[in-house]
């Protein structure tokens, strides 16, 4: 039964590619919103959602049945307006998961929103996508127009009384988007700066009301749960935490992919047994395990399962849980300079350690890369990573998730970073 | 800066799928994005008059408005060719040869980050990890995704986009 074992992805492979509302409709589609809309209360769900354990993967892994439960019940404004958010910025360098989900199986977000729109009383939903997803626009506004025609959307949905309308907002670009209020502030028509928390936005989000914002992963585990129940989602899982994870690889391996797996699969056996092992001729040194923002993992943790509590007890993060590889022929110093790059540039500005600290951070690694390094430098490093790195020195997670691919290699490749400056060149250059 | 109100600078198309956006939001100000990713969508950019006869539409002032389009990367202010192309140059790329490629790819079109073909054709621009890093390295022209691009097929692929 492959395809309960791959709730998410397992009736793409069935279809043969896209899945539209009639093949969605043929393995169970719309059965998770249409039990919790009309024989469940919203507070059922939420708890249902809780006892089975799911957290977020937009990358923080927040129990997301506890995100929901922090919104008030009932007419919680003056209007009574609450809204339902999905990020589908996926702006996190090394990440193609939501894509895949939104391009090929839309429907699985459409009823993993009403679901969650009932659970917290939200009339209205949008999808926060990022503007290069030209084609997951396409599929998705598909599924949420077909879905509309059947009554799933809309009035009075499955005869239940309750009404969600959902839309789509296609971002103008900057990957500070995806944090969370920052995507509000997007979503108002305003410039993406990150807002001051508290407020959260489950208390006050977009226009100033009660607001829920999920991964588009975190979504699409929600109607199997509902199908299927929570013995049932736990079991799925390895270990503590439930259900599966979309993992992918990328780098100099012989299949780069995406595979949904149990949740908590061994990082080796993700990278020799899906990922087909590295390329002959390169040797895997280091990974980031779930995006650029997050800490390299060595050969010594390898064998480590790729769930949160492992992942972050190593010292890093599972993150996306899309893992980028480091191998042999890669220079960490200009690897890092190349992340940094994208750090320093995707900064929206607002703080001093992060505006100007991570152009700082990158010009003293290029600097280092191209034979201009001095002695002293590797110190200055340090203190900067950790000054720009404290969470509580700036006002969003943007710098401190920076630091983290930087910190981490300087701890675990700082040779490499001692003979540039020791002998002015970079040897790895003639592998470029 | 011309009077936006004396000139019909936005189509009825346009103004139309603005207020479709308006329709559905609780303020029209909230529209913004939305309303200069449309313009852009039908002219290619977003110049001083289409951003003038928006900010009008919308009931905000001009300032307000460009100070939002030039937060974004995807708002251009500038015009662009008829085939933007924006190359990958993110970690996973990176690590797949993004660097060696640029180079190829600036020389096929003659120009650098930035820039536009002297026939009007391409602009070419950096862009962030585009969701396809197991097919790196890739870039996009226009709307189309192109994965596993292979410098040695330039000619083949620049040749689709007329
Ligand atoms: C700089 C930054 C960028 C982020 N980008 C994304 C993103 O692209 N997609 C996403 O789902 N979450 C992103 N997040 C996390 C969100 O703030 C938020 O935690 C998440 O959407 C919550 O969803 P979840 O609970 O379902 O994981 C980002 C966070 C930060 C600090
Ligand atoms: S840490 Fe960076 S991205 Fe976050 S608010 Fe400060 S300047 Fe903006
Ligand atoms: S890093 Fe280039 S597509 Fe992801």
Known sequence: MAESQRPLTGIVDDVGGLVDLAAYEAHEGYAGAREALTGMTPAEVIALVKDANLRGRGGAGFPTGLKWSFVPQGEASDDGLKYLVCNGDEMEPGTFKDRYLLEYNPHLLVEGMIIGAYAIGAAQGYVFLRGEYHEPYRQLQTAIDDAKAKGYLGQNIFGS?????LRIHRSAGRYICGEETAL?????????????KPPFP???????????????????NVPCILRNGVE??????????????????SGRVNNPGLWELPIGTPIREIIDVHAGGMQDGYKLR????????????????????????TIQAAGSRMGTGTMILMDDSICPVDMCRNLEHFFAQESCGFCTPCREGLPWVERLLTDIEEGRGKPGDLELLDRNAQFIGGVTNTFCLHAPGAIEPLASALKYFREDFEEHIRTGVCPYANNR | ?????????????????????CAHLPDRKSAAIDAMMIVQRHRGWVSDESLGAIAHLLGMSVENLDSIATFYNLIFRKPVGR???????????????????RKQIEAH???????????????????????????APTMMIGEELIENVDGEQLDDIFGRFG
């Open chain 1, 232 to 249: 049932w989602y736990q079991e799925l899982g390895n270990g503590e935490d439930a259900g599966t994870k979309l993992y992918g690889v």
């Open chain 2, 83 to 101: 085939h933007v192309v924006m190359v990958c140059d993110s970690v996973s790329c990176y690590v797949m040869g993004a660097d060696p490629l």
């Open chain 1, 161 to 165: 009384g309750f009404n969600f309308d």
């Open chain 2, 1 to 21: 800066m011309s009077e936006p109100a004396l000139i019909p600078v936005l189509s009825d198309a346009e103004v139309r799928e603005i207020e479709e956006e």
């Open chain 1, 286 to 309: 280091g990974l980031l395990p779930g995006g650029a923002s997050t800490d390299f993992l060595v050969e010594k943790h390898f064998d480590l399962a790729m769930d949160y509590g």
């Open chain 2, 109 to 135: 079109l003659g120009i650098g980050m930035g820039q536009t073909t002297d026939d009007g054709r391409f602009t070419l621009l950096p862009i962030v990890c585009l969701g396809a890093c197991d097919k």
């Open chain 1, 184 to 196: 509000l502030n997007a979503l108002e028509g305003k410039r993406a700066q990150p807002r001051t």
């Open chain 1, 202 to 220: 489950p208390a006050s989000g977009a226009w100033g009301r009660p607001t829920i914002v999920n991964n588009v992963e975190t979504f699409c």
